[in-house]
């Protein structure tokens, strides 16, 4: 462990850069229509505005987390916080969505360059009797960041229009480079030798992978252009991937990504377990937010106040988890609240029925608030726990890149999912075809149809509801962490060159012992 004086400064100063950032996956989703009008641009082109986004911060953060281990966290996380808020200005300022989409991508290179530092400096300057509480903090900020994104982006809409989602980043970023710049210390760096191979290789792979998923529901899961088709294109990332695992073992050198890692179990169980969060988190919102918005008439702030419960009960109680974890084996609070999850999506899908009284979806949503604050910092507790400190940046580049692929893969199954339940549960409309979604009523749906509408969101919601069960399974098998092991602990070399200078330091002061009681 790193040796400073004041940890906690320095983790609330990255808090505020790691909240704006995972804002930022989900603030535009409210803003999409507006953007469409302000820009005059159609849906497929403004579902872009999130997809780049989305896109260009999954694919580098197994490159930005070992760049963080080589030069500094500090330094990559302060590059990343100016590269996001001039990039959230020049959002701000797009007069075009071509323009805007390309303003995106460089916001989510920045969020990348500045994801894996966070977790990095955490589990260097805290020890690890003491991790958990810190690591408490930043779950309670990634839990309430996907559900804050929402209600935020509504009211400054509709207060202020769309270009104040961007704008809002500005001095929050300055602020955030102050405080980082101040309290945020600079820890000891770690050669490495850089692996092009493996950065080309993850990149491509990546990229086609996660670029397939995003795409398949635009395109139909068909043809994309000329012989390039979307399974073309996830099977290729996927083949680019094993290229790539192969490589990181062949490796003679050092490798991008030490597969070492994955011999705690814990590190890998944990890597899936949050791989299903993702998906979960970023699937269930989107039937929650069309039932309250198209069939019980909500506005967009209307309708994300509706999980306050959730993000207000989640927030205060994720500290008090992170200091519980540290007394106790985390992988019961962590089933547990996946198993919440499971629960409180199970119940919403109960409750969607176009007569439901409104006030009745506050209770799953609390529900859902006592389930994120058992999850998110058992998980990143755990997985972080036993690994050393050279690794820090690679291991938390894999943990987030992990989750943002369950995102990913949350957001284009459950698009999929919905349209082939609206096909199944509403009645054809002459010239509509096979074409069923709310977007074909212009946004207007007929009281006749509400009922099968319903039906068809809390059938979609099921399926994010069964897949956090599978992460509630794979947390059960989590082992004990062991005591006061892990990254906090010096590496095995430096613990021996420390022993070294300690043995030479003890020999030459009974050198001078000897000389001087010579001269006496």
Request: aromatic fraction near 10%; hydrophobic fraction near 55%.
């Amino acid at each position: 462990m790193e040796n400073v004086a004041r940890p906690w400064p320095a983790l609330w100063s990255l808090v505020i850069g790691f909240f704006m950032i995972l804002i930022d996956t989900t603030i535009v989703s409210v803003a999409n229509p507006s953007i469409m009008e302000g820009l005059n641009t159609d849906i497929n082109s403004v579902i872009w505005v999130t997809s780049a986004y989305l896109l260009a911060y999954a694919v580098p953060l197994l490159i930005t987390g070992r760049l963080g281990d080589r030069f500094g966290p500090k330094k990559l996380y302060l590059s990343g916080l100016v590269v996001f808020t001039v990039a959230s200005l020049w959002c701000g300022l797009s007069g075009s969505v071509e323009i805007l989409i390309a303003a995106r991508v460089v916001q989510g290179l920045g969020a990348a360059m500045m994801t894996p530092q966070t977790m990095a400096v955490i589990t260097r300057i805290f020890p690890p009797d003491r991790r958990g509480a810190a690591m408490g903090i930043w779950g309670a900020t990634a839990g309430v960041a996907t559900l804050v994104g929402p209600i935020l982006g509504g009211v400054l809409v509709d207060g202020l229009g769309w270009e104040w989602i961007f704008f809002i980043n500005v001095p929050v970023g300055i602020v955030g480079f102050i405080l980082a710049q101040r309290f945020v210390p600079s820890l000891t760096t770690h050669p490495h030798k850089f692996d092009i191979p493996g950065v080309l290789l993850s990149a491509l792979g990546l990229f086609l992978l996660v670029f397939g998923i995003q795409e398949g529901a635009t395109y139909d899961w068909g043809t994309i252009a000329g012989p390039i088709t979307v399974w073309g294109l996830i099977i290729s990332g996927i083949a680019v991937l094993v290229v790539f695992v192969l490589w990181q073992k062949f490796n003679t050198g050092e490798p991008l990504l030490p597969l070492s890692l994955f011999k705690d179990r814990n590190f890998s169980l944990a890597n899936i377990a949050i791989t299903t969060v993702g998906f979960t988190v970023t699937a269930f919102s989107l039937p929650l937010i069309f039932y309250y918005q198209i069939v019980r008439g909500l506005t967009p702030t209307q309708s994300a106040l509706m999980m306050v419960p959730m993000a207000l009960i989640s927030g205060g109680l994720a500290p008090v988890v992170g200091r519980i974890i540290d007394k106790v084996n985390p992988k019961f609070i962590t089933a547990t609240g996946l198993v919440l999850m499971s629960v409180a999506l199970f119940w919403n899908a109960l409750l969607m029925h176009p007569d439901t009284p409104i006030w009745l979806f506050l209770l799953p949503s609390a529900v859902l608030g006592f389930a994120n604050a058992g999850i998110w910092a058992p998980l990143s507790s755990t997985v972080t726990r036993n690994l050393p400190p050279r690794q820090a940046g690679a291991g938390s580049g894999v943990y987030n890149t992990t989750r943002q692929i369950g995102a990913v893969l949350g957001s284009a199954a459950i698009a999929v999912l919905i349209q082939s339940r609206l096909v199944a549960e509403l009645p054809a409309r002459p010239g509509a075809g096979a074409d069923a979604s709310p977007m074909g009523f212009g946004g207007a749906l007929p009281a006749e149809l509400h009922e099968g509408f319903s039906t068809a969101m809390g059938q979609s919601i099921l399926l994010p509801a069964a897949v956090i069960l599978l992460g509630a399974a794979v947390a059960l098998f989590f082992a004990k962490p062991k005591p006061v092991q892990g990254w906090g602990e010096p590496d095995a070399a430096a613990a021996t060159a420390a022993a070294a200078a300690a043995d030479q330091a003890d020999a030459d002061e009974a050198d001078a012992d000897r000389a001087a009681a010579e001269r006496g």
